[in-house]
């Protein structure tokens, strides 16, 4: 397990700088779209663009930021607790997110293979959706994957606290 998790690290710190290098590009396009209109040149399919970058950033951080535990928690009242009360909570939490996450992920691919089918494009630049969509269903399988990891190791957690 621990090879295939060591993959997992580094897909994601791959996966990390694609979504770096989408925000980056994000914001470039707004900026040069900004004076671009002001000088009645803007950047045709501009608001698609950074849609689908913004999609990209989200999709590819998710697993990242997860791993590193970067999201938002409100942790108050559980901090008073024991530290094996803190354990079964958190890995109560993290296997109802596996659950909601696969469900995500796969609805992702089975709206993604919908919208392939039925061959549909963004209005200004007629760009196949399903490609944005295929993205960001990779992401949030990866991501589930890394909440897996997450779950085995509260579990080694827990039993390192049992033998003690």
Request: hydrophobic fraction near 55%; charged fraction near 15%; charge should be positive.
């Amino acid at each position: 397990m621990s090879i295939i998790f060591k993959a997992l690290d580094k897909f994601s710190g791959f996966l990390k700088i694609i979504g770096a290098v989408a925000l980056t590009g994000m914001m470039l396009l707004t900026v040069v779209d900004v004076i671009g209109r002001f000088f009645k040149h803007p950047i045709f399919g501009s608001v698609e663009l950074v849609g689908f970058l913004a999609t990209l950033v989200v999709a590819a951080a998710l697993p990242y930021t997860y791993k590193v535990e970067g999201h938002v928690g409100v942790e108050i009242l559980v901090r008073l607790l024991s530290k094996k009360t803190q354990l079964i909570i958190d890995l109560f939490t993290r296997t109802l997110t596996l659950f909601l996450f696969c469900l995500v992920s796969w609805q992702m691919f089975l709206y993604a293979k919908d919208i392939h089918e039925t061959g549909e494009v963004s209005m200004n630049l007629e760009f196949p959706i399903y490609y944005i969509i295929y993205l960001l269903a990779f992401g949030l399988l990866i991501f589930v994957i890394t909440i897996i990891e997450a779950i085995f190791k509260n579990i080694k957690q827990l039993r390192e606290l049992k033998t003690k």
